[in-house]
């Protein structure tokens, strides 16, 4: 999760709610939108001097808006050099499938029935993502950039590269989660031989 902050941190300035919304809105599918974890995910990157913050006060509120530091901006700029290892990602639950034999075959096609739920419902949401990207959104984005070239000014340069990184990443997750679904798909058939 901390390098996914510091990914959101170069795109702006947020506060702890607001990266939670975003994590929401946009990332659910590669990290937990929980408070808690978004909130120690904050403080090590704090305690790390890789994000800073300002302190303001809206409508009588006192708010902390963080940012991400060159410190920061190194770290994840090294992380993103080097080639991501996608089958290296972990995921316990897969492990599920593997001793799923001690169930009786009706609870496995339960089991098989909710997994394919859950899994249409994540591509609704991939595909609402998707649908909701348009030319108007990705002109106000760069003019928000605009407002503070300091802050941006590496991101405006390389928002083209950006958005073809964001999108094919889009449809990575959409590809993927339609392949799950067609292989829970094979795997429901078999068990109802």
């Given at each position: ?9 170069m ?16 990332f ?9 974890s978004?909130?120690?995910?904050v ?25 991400i530091?060159e ?7 090294e992380?993103l ?13 897969m ?18 029935k ?5 899994l ?14 348009t030319?108007e ?19 405006i ?6 958005e ?14 339609k392949f ?14």
């Open positions: 999760m901390d390098k996914l902050i510091l990914g959101i941190l795109l702006r300035r947020l506060t702890v709610y607001e990266i939670r919304t975003m994590i929401k809105a946009n659910r599918a590669m990290c937990s939108d929980s408070l808690g978004i909130q120690a995910a403080k090590r990157l704090l305690n790390a001097d890789l994000i800073s913050y300002s302190e303001y006060v809206e409508k009588g509120i006192n708010k902390k808006q963080y940012s530091t410190k920061g901006r190194a770290e994840i700029m992380w050099s080097k080639p991501a290892i996608i089958a290296a990602s972990k995921n316990m639950e492990g599920k499938l593997l001793f799923m034999g001690y169930l009786p075959r009706e609870q496995q096609k339960l089991i098989i909710d997994i394919i739920k859950h249409e419902d994540e591509l609704s949401y991939l595909l609402v993502i998707k649908a909701s990207i030319e959104g990705k002109a106000a984005i760069i003019e928000y950039w605009q407002t503070d070239t300091d802050y941006y000014g590496e991101v340069a390389k928002s083209e590269q950006i073809i990184f964001e999108e094919l990443t889009l449809q990575h997750g959409i590809d993927s989660v799950n679904i067609e292989w829970f798909k094979k795997m429901e058939e078999k068990l109802g031989e």
